[in-house]
């Protein structure tokens, strides 16, 4: 994964943003790791949690649960595009 580009000419402003799917999956699992670190950290100091520690925790894992939604169903779009062009090519 890149970061965009700003470019600039003629008052137009263009992006350029790479993704792939191992950056994509990379980054998923960084940000997963870090959400069982903070569930370890909480309960193994479970006396010291508070509700908003708990909040917080709770908040977090269903980022990751909702990402991880989102690249499965980015996955299944591109695997029916695939799909999709491959029955539509033409015998030659």
């Known amino acids: 994964m890149s970061n965009g580009d700003l470019q600039g000419g003629e008052g137009k402003i263009s992006w350029k943003c790479t993704l792939t799917f191992?950056?994509?999956?990379?980054?998923?699992?960084?940000?997963?790791?870090k959400v069982v670190k903070q569930v370890q950290s909480l309960a193994s100091?479970?006396?010291?949690a508070t509700p908003g520690k708990f909040l917080l925790v709770q908040f977090s894992?269903?980022?990751?649960?909702q990402i991880g939604e989102s690249?499965?169903?980015l996955i299944a779009q591109v695997n029916?595009?695939?799909?999709?062009?491959?029955?539509?090519?033409?015998?030659?």
């Open 22 to 33: 191992s950056g994509l999956i990379s980054k998923y699992r960084d940000l997963q790791s």
């Open 45 to 48: 100091s479970i006396c010291k």
């Open 61 to 65: 894992m269903s980022q990751v649960t």
């Open 71 to 73: 690249i499965s169903n």
């Open 80 to 92: 029916s595009l695939v799909n999709a062009a491959v029955r539509n090519q033409k015998p030659q």
